[in-house]
């Protein structure tokens, strides 16, 4: 069993619309969640970062955790052309240590 | 905004020869990481370094390759005799290590493309 899984997209959503990305992962002992932003051959890009269950909030970023679910959620609200990117969930239970998603890729059309 | 810088930014070799990608790590952080992208797959951790010395190492961090902060800016990645398959995108990455819950914001640069023929 893969210890991330994100599903690869592509996701095509008008922009405007809420961008909803999702992660599953297998082991409970992940305690920390984060979501990376990659463009075309560029490294990953830290968005948002979260060590607890629940909700936070960035600008149009909203991160969800739900450790008894083992399921993490980005939500982009108001998308714009520039958000189309791949972004990747990372999880980790040690330092620097980070298991990624396979990422998913969002294009964003005008 | 500071940043960690990469080079070369495309090394073409080919296969059994030394490749050095280096690294310049944001200047006040302590704790080093290499991490490879195979095109159209994950990003995967293979090592990481503090005190100048591993922490940690993956199954792929095999003997061919090799880790190394020769001065005080540089953090650098050997392979010593590359095959086709490291083939890949290499991302260094650095962390401040400010506490555990910090621990894991690491910033990644633009990485190094390595094509072995």
């Known amino acids: 069993q893969k210890e991330v899984e994100q599903d690869p997209g592509p996701l095509s959503v008008p922009e405007g619309a809420i961008v909803s990305l999702n992660c599953t992962y297998s082991n409970s002992a992940f305690q920390y969640f984060m979501w990376y932003r990659q463009y075309s051959r560029k490294g990953p890009e830290l968005l948002m970062y979260?060590?607890?269950?629940g909700n936070k909030e960035d600008g149009r970023f909203t991160a969800q955790v739900d450790k008894s679910s083992k399921y993490i959620s980005l939500f982009i609200r108001d998308s714009q052309p520039s958000d189309s990117a791949t972004y990747l969930c990372?999880?980790?239970?040690?330092?620097?240590?980070?298991?990624f998603g396979a990422g998913t890729q969002v294009v964003v059309t005008p | 905004e500071p940043e960690v810088t990469q080079t070369p930014s495309h090394q073409v070799t080919q296969m059994g020869q030394e490749v050095i990608l280096r690294c310049v790590p944001i200047?006040?952080?302590?704790?080093f990481y290499w991490y490879r992208q195979i095109l159209g797959q994950k990003v995967e951790f293979l090592v990481s370094?503090?005190?100048?010395?591993?922490?940690?190492k993956s199954e792929i961090f095999d003997d061919q390759f090799s880790v190394e902060r020769p001065d005080g800016s540089n953090f650098t990645l050997k392979i010593r005799s590359t095959k086709l398959e490291d083939s890949a995108m290499y991302f260094c990455a650095s962390n401040a290590g400010q506490g555990r819950s910090g621990a894991n914001v690491l910033t990644f640069g633009a990485g190094s493309r390595l094509t072995v023929l």
């Open positions: 990372a999880i980790s239970d040690s330092w620097g240590k980070l298991q």
């Open positions: 979260t060590y607890s269950s």
């Open positions: 370094f503090y005190n100048n010395e591993i922490s940690e």
């Open positions: 200047s006040n952080h302590l704790y």
